[in-house]
Every structure is written in C-alpha cells, then in structure tokens.
C-alpha cells in the first residue's frame, strides 16, 4: 500500500533551483522515517538527506547548506529544495522511506519511488 510518487526534476543551469516533491500514500510521513537519494551514471546511489520520524535530519557533505528536505504533513508530501545547483547534482533523484528510524540509525528503506530527472548543465 505504501506508494511514493516524485515530481519536480527537469533541466536547470549550475545555480539554479529546483524543488522536488515526493507525494506519499499508505502511511503518513510524519511518522515515518523519510529519504531523497540520488544515482548518477556510473555511480553507486547515494544518500542526499533523511529526515527521520521525529523530523531531525541529516545531508550529505556534498549538499548541506544547499538542499533542505522538509515534510508537509497535512498534504503527506516530502520535498527537496536545491538550490545553487552543481552540474555533479545531475542525477536520478529517489524518495524512499521505512517504517521508523531514528538518527544516527537509519537502516535500510525498503520502499522507493520511480524517480525524477535532474540535470544540471554549466
């Protein structure tokens, strides 16, 4: 019954923005522990930011101080703000989730969406 849906991603020059939206369905994320990852060609899939039940949050070295992940808990949607955008963002971007996790202690997710675009050009 959990199903995640992305949305947002798109081509976008280096310092641009983008917001990707994850549209949550069979559990609620305000309860639940919450991820956005991302896979470039020819790299193994990354971590970007988890935000975990109780709403703290964690971010790559390569994204902090640019990406804030967030949870609307009355629309049950989780989004990724990226901003000053790299070219080396340029991935297929994920949202995942679990049943519960609490940081530093995440585990593993077991359920993900289909993915969104983002591509960065300099």
């Known amino acids: 019954q959990v199903q995640l849906v992305e949305s947002g991603g798109g081509s976008v020059q280096a310092g641009g923005s983008l917001r990707l939206s994850c549209a949550a369905s069979?559990?609620?994320?305000?309860?639940?522990?919450m991820g956005w990852f991302r896979q470039a060609p020819g790299k193994e899939r990354e971590e970007v930011s988890v935000m975990d039940s109780r709403g703290f949050t964690r971010y790559a070295g390569s994204v902090r101080g640019r990406f804030t992940i967030s949870k609307d808990n009355t629309k049950n949607f989780l989004y990724l703000q990226m901003n000053s955008l790299k070219p080396e963002d340029t991935a297929m971007y994920y949202c995942?989730?679990?049943?519960?996790?609490?940081?530093?202690?995440?585990?593993?997710?077991?359920?993900w969406g289909q993915g969104t675009q983002v591509t960065v050009s300099s």
């Open positions: 069979g559990f609620t994320v305000r309860s639940y522990c």
């Open positions: 995942a989730t679990k049943g519960f996790c609490n940081l530093p202690f995440v585990g593993n997710f077991g359920y």
